[in-house]
Nanobody, 115 residues
Framework: QVHLVESGGGLVQPGESLRLSCTAS????????MGWYRQAPGKQRDLVAR???????NIAASVKDRNTIARDNAKNTVYLQMNSLKPEETDVYYC?????????WGQGTQVTVSS
């Protein structure tokens, strides 16, 4: 069992930035590929960004020029830096771990972009 805790969401104005954090339990975090997903009510959960165990990143085309993902294995933490946020990016953001024993999700953190 892997426990994931997200933080860093909140209310920001259009054009501002946020950095989301997700910290995982356990001591083999370095073996997990990690991802960030977003979900609006009644819609599917979509990939925002993913980072492999080796640090290779995959970022959704719609945000590729504004978002970055990074990991700190010493802190068991993955980060999502979101810049120049737009109102349509208002969603709940979820962290996901891809582990040898399966997929694990965090509880989500709300991001609201509004003036």
């Amino acid at each position: 069992q892997v426990h994931l805790v997200e933080s860093g969401g909140g209310l920001v104005q259009p054009g501002e930035s946020l950095r989301l954090s997700c910290t995982a339990s356990g001591n083999i975090f370095r073996m997990y590929a990690m991802g960030w997903y977003r979900q609006a009510p009644g819609k599917q959960r979509d990939l925002v960004a993913r980072i492999s165990t080796g640090g290779t990143t995959n970022i959704a085309a719609s945000v590729k020029d504004r978002n970055t993902i990074a990991r700190d294995n010493a802190k068991n933490t993955v980060y999502l830096q979101m810049n120049s946020l737009k109102p349509e990016e208002t969603d709940v953001y979820y962290c996901r771990a891809e582990t040898p024993t399966g997929l694990y999700w965090g509880q989500g953190t709300q991001v609201t972009v509004s003036s």
